[in-house]
Structure formats: structure tokens, C-alpha cells
């Protein structure tokens, strides 16, 4: 059976922590991201969510990591950190005009992270999704909506999604709302209850649950064990790429969680899709 492509990966690169534990202890820092790149297939940029980037900047991402690997960005907080969401078009045209194209085939999705006060209000959603383009510069867009409070778990906000085509991110959470409609041709997950006492951020029996569910995504399904807010709505089965990132709590084992998860995913158990 067909499937999408399946990777894990981390939430940006530059975590002392990290140094002698993941990265090796006399790796230069400006050679992390090339270093990170090689171990993980893709990596969310938290940076471009609290400020601005360049164009030089983007292509020195892009040219430190490898074929195939894929960069998600955050929104910036200027987009999404507002009482009214249709305001943002300014800060829109901003963000897409400070070069990310230079990133290519790298561009992965792009996450618009609302803030835990923001309520769902199904006009402003509506015209916020109207504001984002589905392509910048002759690159195809992907667009995630990382939402935070509980009120977004109803079956109109998964419809408001899904009809624009964005994914609705599923974030394993102690707190945040666990969404796991899918309302998009991929699905973005954060998994965010790890432990670094753990080798690997999660047990392996977890880790081999988190794998199937990933393969279950990947080959046009949804896993049978995680909340839906729309459960009555099944969507098109079609092969899915899927993104899930290790990040939050656990964050010192995060790299080890994502490789121990594209271990499991990768070769001929990939397709075996439920």
C-alpha cells in the first residue's frame, strides 16, 4: 500500500543540554544545525516565530542540511498574537516577504501558534484561513493551526479546516487540547510529554504506539485511539506525509525520541498501514 513519508524530528538546534549528549562534545556550535540535519529529517524553527529573518539566512539553512531533509517554520507572533485574527494581514505580508523561498524544497509546513487565551470564533477563524496564501514565490504552502484552548475542539472548527485545506496540529499535551481530526493532504503532531529520564524521552512501548499511529497517517487513516473533535466526518484515504516532532517537556532526550521514532517507521514496516 502506498504511503506518505513519515518524519520525526526536533524543535530547533541550539540547546546546550544538547552538547555531549546529542551533539558530540567538540562540535563547533556553528556546525550544529549541518550536524542535526544529518541525524533528524526535519527540524521546527522556533526563531522565526519571535523575529524576522533574511534571505541569506534562509539559504544557509538550506545549504547545511541535505537533500530530502524539510525545515517547518513557525508564524511569526506578530501574525497570531492578537484579540482578532482577520487583522493580520500586514503582518502576514511581512513574514512572507522576508525571503523564506530561498529555503526551495526545504519549505515544510508553516505553523500559525495561537495563543492559549485565544477562543474560537468561527468568523475570525474563517477570515484569518482567507488570509493565508496556498503558494509564495512558485512554492506550494502547507499550513498548520496550532490552537490552544479547549473551545477549538468542536466539529466547526474541523470543518473551517479542513475546507481551506490546513492541518489541524495535534499536540500531545498535559494541558492544550488533543485535536486529532485530519483535515489536510499532511499531518503535523508535537509530542510534548517526555521525560529525560528516559533514554529515548518515552518508553519503547510507547514510542512502537506512536509508530503505528504515524503509519496509520501516512497511510490515509486515523489512529483509533486518539480524541477527534468532528469523529462523525471520515476523511479521504489517501497517503499523507507526516510530521511529528519531539518538543516541550523531555527536551534534553528530544533528538533520541525523534531518531528512535524514524527507526521504528522506516523500511518495509512503513507500509504496513491499518
Known amino acids: 500500500m502506498q504511503t506518505g513519508t513519515i518524519r520525526a524530528g526536533i524543535g530547533g538546534w541550539t540547546f546546550a543540554p544538547w552538547e555531549g549528549t546529542f551533539y558530540p562534545a567538540d562540535l563547533p556550535k556553528k556546525r550544529q544545525l549541518e550536524y542535526a ?47 482578532v485574527l482577520a487583522e493580520a494581514a ?24 495561537f495563543a492559549p487565551t485565544k477562543r474560537f470564533e468561527p468568523d475570525d477563524v474563517a477570515r484569518f484561513l482567507d488570509l493565508l496564501p496556498q503558494a509564495h514565490a512558485g512554492l506550494a504552502l502547507r499550513h498548520v493551526l496550532e490552537v490552544r484552548h479547549a473551545s477549538f475542539a468542536v466539529p466547526e472548527f474541523v470543518a473551517l479546516a479542513r475546507r481551506r485545506g490546513a492541518a489541524i496540529c495535534y ?38 504506539a ?12 486515523q489512529p483509533d485511539d486518539l480524541p477527534r473533535a468532528d469523529p462523525g466526518t471520515v476523511p479521504e ?31 518495509p514496516a512503513a507500509a504496513d498501514t491499518p
Open 210 to 221: 506512536w509508530a503505528g499511529r504515524a503509519r496509520s497517517w501516512a497511510g490515509g487513516g
Open 171 to 208: 499536540a500531545h499535551h498535559h494541558v492544550y487540547p488533543e485535536i486529532a481530526d485530519v483535515t489536510a493532504d499532511f499531518v503535523y503532531a508535537r509530542l510534548q510529554q517526555g521525560d529525560d529520564a528516559l533514554p529515548a524521552a518515552y518508553p519503547p512501548a510507547a514510542l512502537d
Open 237 to 267: 484515504r489517501r497517503p499523507r506525509d507526516v510530521f511529528v516532532y519531539f518538543i516541550h517537556e523531555g527536551k534534553l532526550r528530544a533528538p533520541q525520541a525523534a531518531r528512535a521514532l524514524q527507526q521504528r517507521v522506516a523500511g
Open 37 to 83: 540535519a544529518r541525524q533528524l529529517a526535519t527540524i521546527e524553527v522556533n526563531g522565526t516565530y519571535y523575529r524576522g529573518q533574511t534571505p541569506a539566512t534562509f539559504a544557509k539553512w538550506a545549504a547545511e542540511a541535505p537533500p530530502g531533509f524539510v525545515f517547518a517554520l513557525k508564524g511569526n507572533r506578530f501574525v497570531t498574537n492578537r484579540k
Open 90 to 113: 500586514d503582518s502576514l505580508d511581512k513574514f512572507f516577504a522576508q525571503g523564506l523561498e530561498a529555503l526551495g524544497d526545504k519549505l515544510g509546513p508553516i505553523v500559525w501558534q
